[in-house]
């Protein structure tokens, strides 16, 4: 059975939503702000954390980036009533992996939270299955049609979070936030030209291709 922190200073909030997740079969496990919420993680299992952004002593956005300073990669989903493009966008750059704005529809977080598992266990597995393209990140090998091909690092690194989210569209400045160093002296260029390399590499696979979206960045898109 999977445990979620529910990270909400609002008690009648955190009540519904545990709840909610208990009658859908999680456990649930419950903190009022950041400080709370790392001292919950420090003495229990949690497979995932649904947390607010406005909060005492420590809000969503500390708490997020110190956590994955820590080096933790439990999914996050911010669910808040901030609802601003520059909110949003903090959000995602500080680390969370979803972003929902109050009030919640409770199916939609239910399949956000179940998207957000199984990603998750993706990630522990480190291996990918799209169609019949499987993906090894321990060696960064892609097979395909009966042939393996081994990609370079980054490329590797860019096509798994791509095909780990079909469909979201990832910024230049996240990929470069996410696969170079901050001091590094890589250009968006650098990025365009990687993602170059993939389309050329897979652009007649049966299972998914690369698209641009226009003036954001780009997505990987299931062929059905």
């Known amino acids: 059975m999977f445990t979620i922190l529910i990270v909400e200073d609002n008690a009648n909030t955190a009540r519904l939503m545990e709840v909610v997740l208990s009658q859908n079969g999680y456990e649930t496990l419950r903190a009022s702000d950041g400080v709370k919420a790392l001292d919950a993680l420090a003495q229990n299992h949690v497979d995932l954390i649904l947390l607010d952004i406005m909060m005492p002593n420590m809000d969503g956005y500390e708490f997020t980036k110190i956590l994955r300073e820590s080096g933790s990669q439990i999914p996050i989903l911010m669910v808040t009533a901030k609802d601003d493009k520059d909110d949003i966008r903090k959000g995602f750059l500080t680390g969370t992996d979803d972003y929902m704005v109050k009030p919640v529809d409770e199916i939609e977080m239910l399949l956000r939270i179940q998207a957000l598992l199984r990603r998750a266990k993706i990630a522990a597995d480190k291996k990918l299955v799209i169609g019949g393209t499987v993906l090894d990140y321990d060696s ?17 690194q860019i096509l798994f979070k791509f095909l780990s989210y079909p469909n979201k569209t990832f910024t ?35 299972d998914f291709e690369i698209v641009t979206v226009r003036g954001l960045g780009y997505k990987a898109v299931k062929k059905e």
């Open 140 to 156: 960064f090998t892609i097979t395909t049609n009966n042939e393996e091909l081994v990609l370079p690092k980054k490329e590797f």
């Open 172 to 206: 230049r400045h996240q990929l470069m936030d996410e696969f170079w160093d901050a001091d590094s002296q890589t250009e968006e260029r650098t990025v365009d030209v990687h993602i170059n390399r993939l389309r050329e590499r897979f652009k007649n696979s049966p």
